[in-house]
């Protein structure tokens, strides 16, 4: 089903780490894949064009500089579609400083949604579903946030790309760590 009727175009681009497809639609990027990650394209309409669009290019060119090694001083138009829920957990992931050496955790993030909702608590567990099911990796950081104790838990694109981007921005892994197994979201 297209959102509004929009539709949809793809391209792929290929990274250092793995193949990616991108989608957007008029508005901006929807998707943006590692090729067999976990909930791969799951948000894609059927009745995708595969074309390079104005906005496809642009995520492109932002994926170039990240993946030379810095900061892209730009962001293309993003139009992600999930809940409202879902949509301020991934506006939090947006402010993540590129490179940050203080990562976020799942806990904080719940707290800053329980004060933006002003409810006493959110369940950091929710905000991990809401980090899992980011469509649109990399530009929405959610390779950025760990687990309270460092530990580099759950990340769609399996956890070597999550390490491997995190080394890209020279992120200071000293006090991470890869958790045993059964700790994926």
Known sequence: MNVGGNMVYTCKYKSLIGDILLAADEIGLTGLWFEGQKYFANTLPKDHIQQETEILTEAK???????????????????????????????????????????????????????????????????????????????????????????????????DKKISLLKLEHTDMSRLFIPKKGTAL
């Open 61 to 159: 060119k932002w994926l170039d500089v990240y993946f030379f090694g810095e900061e892209p001083n730009f962001t293309p138009l993003l139009h992600p579609n999930g809940s409202t829920f879902r949509k301020a957990v991934w506006q939090i992931l947006l402010e993540i400083p590129y490179g940050q050496t203080i990562t976020i955790t799942y806990g904080e993030i719940a707290r800053r949604i329980a004060v933006m909702k002003n409810t006493s608590h959110m369940s950091a567990q929710a905000v991990g579903g809401a980090v899992g099911h980011n469509e649109i990796s990399i530009i929405i950081p959610c390779h950025r946030v760990i687990g309270t104790n460092g530990s580099l838990t759950g990340y769609a694109g399996g956890i």
